[in-house]
């Protein structure tokens, strides 16, 4: 199976903000669809923002006019841009995608998350 790379998280104060990103670890692998999911200690894990191979995008109702998804297919890199984060957004931020590499496709390849804490 083929692991993902997230980068990005820490602490930040309320109102702050991240950019997360996603990465696979081997090369010449390219993500299509993409999600990012969020854990909290006590908590289900929760999806938090989607991306299609086609681009359209979906948010959680916590999340929505604050984070926005993205991916870059020149770097095969995706992106979670978090804006005005408040403490309730503190979680393991983790990757998840369908990745393609020639002629073979990898379905739900996870990350190993990254942690995000928003207090002051």
């Known amino acids: 199976q083929v692991r993902l790379v997230e980068s990005g998280g820490g602490l930040v104060q309320p109102g702050g903000s991240l950019r997360l990103s996603c990465a696979p670890s081997?090369?010449?692998?390219?993500?299509?669809?993409m999600g990012w999911y969020r854990q909290a200690p006590g908590n289900e894990r929760e999806l938090v923002a989607s991306?299609?191979?086609?681009?359209?995008?979906h948010y959680a109702d916590s999340v929505k006019g604050r984070f926005t998804i993205s991916r870059d297919n020149a770097k095969n890199t995706g992106y979670l841009q978090m804006n005005s984060l408040k403490p309730e957004d503190t979680a393991v931020y983790y990757c998840n995608a369908d990745l393609t590499k020639g002629i073979v496709t990898y379905r739900n390849s996870w990350g190993q998350g990254t942690q995000v804490t928003v207090s002051s």
């Open positions: 991306i299609t191979s086609g681009g359209s995008t």
């Open positions: 081997g090369s010449s692998f390219s993500i299509n669809a």
